[in-house]
């Protein structure tokens, strides 16, 4: 009679031989952002999430700062490094539970010329006409931690063409009086009714509204977040 083979089933709790931790899929992620176009972006994934905003006394704008030569790809890449290292610190202030943290920031660049949130109209107009009849390149770097403590970071950049049609002084004027370019890379949402003033889009319609599903997808499940 031929032995019998016997099999190991780990119990709960058990850990595995090489003494780490059986993983276990998070019920939620925390989301390290104050758009509610990614909160939005979540929802349509079917992913559970919490706000993990900056408390008052944090200078989440000076991470946005550009160093000088900085290329637009790389530029979006560390931004949304240090905004995800600076979520860590801020979960483990705050004591709460550990699940994995989200982070992401999308920049517009014309050529090497990248173009932030604009500060007042006089601003937001000149990124318009610069933009008008042009090709430019919308950039959005995605990072997630798959625990707060976690060594490893997960990430991922995704990179669209968008061209304008020509843009009437007159349509600039109105789309800046609709207060829509404020707090926007570039001065525009794509998602907004200036969608019409759009030609062409080559890549990832929601990359480029700030968070690339396929991407944060395949980053979500490496953490073994079910979406």
């Excluded at 699940?99 to 990124?127: F, H, N, Q, S, Y």
Aim: glycine letters at 6%; aromatic letters at 4%; a positive charge.
């Amino acid at each position: 009679m031929a032995a019998r083979q016997r099999i190991w089933l780990p119990r709960a709790g058990a850990r595995r031989r090489d003494n780490r931790a059986m993983p276990v899929p998070t019920p939620f992620i925390y989301l390290a952002s104050q758009s509610p176009r990614r909160a939005q972006l979540l929802d349509q994934l079917g992913v559970a999430h919490q706000l993990l905003l900056p408390d008052a006394d944090e200078d989440a704008e000076a991470l946005e700062a550009v160093l000088p030569g900085e290329a637009p790809a790389a530029y979006v890449q560390r931004v949304t490094a240090l905004k995800l290292a600076a979520a860590r610190r801020r979960l483990r202030r705050r004591g709460g539970p550990p699940a994995p943290i989200l982070c992401a920031d999308t920049t517009v660049a014309l050529g090497r010329r990248i173009l932030g949130k604009p500060a007042d109209a006089d601003e937001a107009r000149a990124m318009l006409s610069a933009l008008s009849g042009q090709a430019h390149k919308v950039h959005t770097a995605v990072a997630l931690a798959p625990t707060p403590t976690a060594r490893r970071t997960l990430a991922a950049l995704s990179s669209s063409t968008v061209r304008f049609a020509d843009l009437p002084a007159a349509a600039i004027e109105a789309y800046i009086a609709s207060g829509e370019p404020f707090g926007k890379a570039g001065a525009y949402a794509i998602q907004s009714a200036w969608a019409g003033r759009i030609a062409h889009i080559a890549g990832s319609y929601t990359g480029i509204m700030g968070l690339p599903l396929f991407e944060t997808a395949d980053l979500l499940r490496q953490a073994r977040v079910a979406c």
